[in-house]
């Protein structure tokens, strides 16, 4: 298989990326199961996520291909729920472009988010996957992730029931002695790099 990184650049999103992210988060949602959605959505509800995920200080990364600069993968951290005792637990989502799978992204982006998240000093990374979607789930498994839940039944789509599993990874990450509110170091966005400068 061809290195990943001979094709394709891993950097930090830019607003530019929106449509191509767009583009693979509705043909996600019109064709599987791994968004629990019915309908496709404008492109300004991506700017919206994309302005939130930004504000709060969570990365969101895209690979690109190297001959066009087109995002065709992208990752991103989000809150795990809102209550803010929550703040050191944070919520991964990755998708790839169709037309780009099996070509080793998965691994390299996993790879990159898990380091990221490290270094932005969380405690807990999650990924809810439907269970079904046994790829992400092996692919989850492989990079340590264990498995600590399974809901049933809690999805309707495409005349079907579908069923969530909850994977988890805990760090090394350690609240500064003495601290009672903390908080995770923001991503980077003017100067990330990959595998490098990840946090401010």
């Not at 990326?17 to 064709?31: H, K, S």
């Not at 050191?88 to 992204?105: A, K, N, P, V, W």
Request: proline share 3%.
């Amino acid at each position: 298989m061809v290195n990943p990184l001979e094709l394709y650049t891993i950097r930090a999103a830019v607003e530019s990326d929106l449509p191509e992210i767009l583009e693979i988060y509705n043909e996600r949602i019109a064709n599987s199961t791994c968004l629990f959605m019915y309908d496709t959505v404008p492109l300004d509800n991506r700017l919206t996520w994309f302005m939130e995920t930004k504000a709060k200080g969570y990365p969101i990364i895209v690979a690109a291909e190297k001959e066009t600069n087109k995002a065709i993968a992208y990752a991103n951290y989000g809150g795990f729920r809102p209550h803010t005792a929550f703040i050191l637990t944070t919520e991964i989502s990755l998708y790839i472009h169709q037309d780009h799978q099996r070509r080793g992204l998965g691994r390299l982006m996993l790879t990159e988010m898990m380091r990221i998240g490290k270094e932005m000093r969380f405690r807990n990374l999650i990924a809810g996957i439907t269970a079904e979607n046994e790829g992400s789930v092996i692919l989850f498994d492989k990079f340590g992730f264990k498995k600590v839940g399974h809901f049933h039944d809690v999805g309707y789509k495409f005349g079907r029931y579908l069923d969530v599993v909850f994977l988890e990874y805990i760090t090394d990450a350690q609240v500064e002695e003495g601290k009672l509110i903390p908080s995770f170091k923001h991503f980077a966005w003017d100067k990330y790099v990959y595998g490098g400068t990840a946090t401010k």
